[in-house]
């Protein structure tokens, strides 16, 4: 028996036609499989609507004698359907994965606008035969000329090639190589939203505040665990273990669960804020009802004298928590890829990109601790300063020939020389002469490879003494 969406048109064993409210014909039909498929005919002409069950069926026998490859059929039909229908398949299957609410609200936000370029770009619905890289990179451009920043058009690209890359997978199109043909926009000119650094002395005032407002405890997961907001609102008590001092975070925009431990600051404040609650209702309650509103935020940070933006533009708010751990991480030694395990993120370069701000004293620091380079004393064979000593505390004085760097020849010293700059080192300088008895290439390749101890010693020194 025939579907009727609407008026019943006709059935002829083959196919049928119902008439949607709208009054558009809709053809339904079989298969290869045997599966009954819908599809619109988009037009009001019964005439045109009979064409269509026609064509469909004779696919259907072209298939079922091995003409027409049923994959590539398949493909032609779903590119004939709206890009919208796609779109909502593709929302249905997201919600299904453990992901958070907010990062799907995100995503539906992102394609819904896409949806409305791609139908400014074609006055009509678009189909998914439309969705094509060219008509994402002018959305793109759209966004970008109307004072929208790199990337925020580049968050749109992304939402577009994972939507792509889900429609490969699906059979429903064939676009492996989509993202390679959009190509990003530079962000790093057009940085809208730079959080800074906050200091010690901010955030005492910052929890002083909020501590007197009952507030501090969502402070202190940002600061010490480096949570996001969302992250902080959906902790749980279960997920807190005060004994072992680790506190799991689930569910947040990654989809995985993290164990990290936690700063004994953090447990005080949380062992202060547990409520008295049987284990099972404990382990299942939210540490907060109600998530601190972002304008509540605000004013918090401004009793505390902290303001939104400083005089470079940069930004201080609860994220601004993130970019300071890692900053504090960084300038205490710790390596990179630990900084990236506490901020949870999957890509090593988000970290270094986004939360990592060195100062250029930093930088002067690191430069200070580089080995001095002074003179030895005078040669007792010419007379003459011919060395150079690069002094450097944990290994004491090293002599660098600095007579051999404009000639090999001079690198090869007869015996009596060699002796007589022996009896020079014996000063108490410590200098070294095994450049004198190798050859150029020999003593190149051990004074690079001394050059590069060197370096790597100064710069680990410099970065385990930061801050």
Request: net charge positive; aromatic share 4%.
């Amino acid at each position: 028996m025939a579907r009727n969406d609407g008026a019943r048109s006709r059935g002829n064993g083959r196919g049928s036609l119902t008439k949607s409210p709208k009054g558009v014909w809709i053809v339904w039909y079989y298969d290869a499989d045997g599966r009954r498929r819908k599809v619109s005919s988009r037009s009001t002409v019964k005439r045109d609507a009979e064409r269509l069950l026609e064509s469909l069926l004779a696919d259907v026998l072209r298939v079922k004698a091995g003409i027409l490859d049923a994959d590539a059929l398949r493909r032609r039909d779903e590119k004939a359907r709206p890009l919208e229908e796609h779109a909502r398949d593709y929302f249905a299957a997201f919600a299904k994965k453990p992901r958070s609410r907010q990062a799907g609200q995100v995503k539906l936000c992102v394609l819904r606008r896409l949806l409305r370029e791609l139908h400014g770009q074609l006055g009509r619905k678009p189909l998914l035969r439309d969705f094509a890289p060219d008509r994402v990179l002018a959305a793109m451009r759209d966004r970008v000329d109307a004072g929208l920043s790199p990337r925020t058009a580049n968050h749109l690209r992304d939402q577009a090639v994972a939507f792509a890359s889900w429609l490969t997978r699906e059979g429903r199109a064939s676009l492996p190589d989509f993202g390679a043909r959009i190509p990003r926009f530079d962000e790093s000119r057009d940085r809208r939203t730079v959080r800074r650094v906050l200091t010690p002395d901010e955030i005492l005032r910052l929890l002083e505040v909020a501590d007197a407002r009952g507030r501090r405890l969502w402070y202190s997961l940002a600061c010490y665990a480096g949570l996001r907001r969302g992250e902080i609102g959906r902790v749980t008590w279960g997920d807190v273990d005060l004994e072992a001092r680790t506190i799991a975070i689930r569910n947040h925009k990654a989809g995985r669960c993290d164990v990290l431990p936690m700063r004994p600051e953090l447990v005080e404040d949380l062992r202060r804020a547990r409520p008295l609650l049987a284990p099972a209702a404990l382990s299942t309650s939210r540490i907060f009802r109600t998530p601190v509103h972002g304008r509540t935020q605000l004013r918090d940070f401004a009793r505390a004298g902290i303001p939104k933006r400083d005089a470079d533009g940069r930004v201080a708010d609860l994220h601004a928590f993130r970019t300071t751990l890692a900053t504090n991480l960084q300038r205490s030694g710790v390596e990179i890829q630990l900084a990236q395990r506490v901020l949870r993120h999957e890509d090593l370069r988000t970290t270094l990109r986004h939360y990592s701000q060195l100062a250029l004293r930093d930088v002067e620091r690191a430069l200070e601790r580089l080995p001095a380079i002074v003179p030895t004393a005078v040669s007792a064979r010419d007379g003459t300063t011919d060395s150079l000593v690069v002094v450097d505390a944990p290994r004491g004085l090293r002599e660098v020939d600095r007579r051999g760097s404009s000639s090999g020849s001079s690198r090869r010293a007869k015996p009596r020389e060699t002796a007589a700059l022996a009896a020079t080192s014996s000063t108490g300088v410590g200098a070294s002469t095994q450049s004198q008895v190798m050859t150029p290439r020999e003593d190149t390749g051990r004074f690079a490879t001394r050059h590069e101890d060197l370096l790597s010693s100064v710069f680990t020194r410099a970065f385990s003494s930061a801050g």
